[in-house]
T-cell receptor
Framework: DAKTTQPTSMDCAEGRAANLPCNHS???????VYWYRQIHSQGPQYIIH???NNETNEMASLIITEDRKSSTLILPHATLRDTAVYYC???????????FGAGTTVTVRA | GAVVSQHPSWVICKSGTSVKIECRSL??????MFWYRQFPKQSLMLMAT?????????EQGVEKDKFLINHASLTLSTLTVTSAHPEDSSFYIC????????????FGEGSRLTVL
């Protein structure tokens, strides 16, 4: 049973910000929100994670709503190399058995 | 950062033969590794948890006699697909838990198996 809901696909323009939504309305208090992406024919790549505060790293920003029922991954300046399937996953710290949903297929267009 | 490497990246074999895929943690020790399978246009499905020095734990519906997992050292786990058939053709991906305290998972590049 899916713990997260993401749009199936989205397009964005190169150089623009890409905002990827994720709903996790049944998230528990001890579950983190993780984002991974998978470029075609490669293994998943970790992007970012957070518990309740917004987070930013060199790849992206993660905005988590105050009620923690949804979040948004922001790629500030999308490039063609950001074309990938993006997975939003909720998990408890220390639980490494990831359950991947269908993710969002992001296509960055020139 | 931590790196997990898989070998081979791709392999083609005849039906009925066995194929071994290796997963190595290159700069850290991994007591636990995970094996996933991904069919075309589908998401990753967890197959099993590989534990160093003990038996692997398989997910429901995964045949342990068909997908043999050996985790003989702290840096190497192997997945052997025995008596492979065309329906076993898939993208196999491993992951490893990073250094103690980091809490992070690192994924290999994946191994594409094609069974003729």
């Amino acid at each position: 049973d899916a713990k997260t809901t993401q749009p199936t696909s989205m397009d964005c323009a190169e150089g623009r910000a890409a905002n990827l939504p994720c709903n996790h309305s049944t998230i528990s208090g001890n579950e983190y929100v993780y984002w991974y992406r998978q470029i075609h024919s490669q293994g998943p790549q970790y992007i970012i994670h957070g518990l309740k505060n917004n987070e930013t790293n060199e790849m992206a920003s993660l905005i988590i709503t105050e009620d923690r029922k949804s979040s948004t991954l922001i790629l500030p300046h999308a490039t063609l190399r950001d074309t990938a399937v993006y997975y939003c996953i909720v998990r408890v710290a220390g639980d490494y058995k990831l359950s991947f949903g269908a993710g969002t297929t992001v296509t960055v267009r020139a | 950062g931590a790196v997990v490497s898989q070998h081979p990246s791709w392999v083609i074999c005849k039906s009925g033969t066995s194929v071994k895929i290796e997963c190595r943690s290159l700069d850290f020790q991994a007591t636990t590794m995970f094996w996933y399978r991904q069919f075309p246009k589908q998401s990753l499905m967890l197959m099993a948890t590989s534990n160093e020095g003990s038996k692997a734990t398989y997910e429901q519906g995964v045949e342990k006699d068909k997908f043999l997992i050996n985790h003989a050292s702290l840096t190497l786990s192997t997945l052997t697909v025995t008596s492979a058939h065309p329906e076993d053709s898939s993208f196999y991906i491993c992951s490893a838990i990073g250094r103690v305290g980091t809490g992070e998972l690192f994924f290999g590049e994946g191994s594409r198996l094609t069974v003729l």
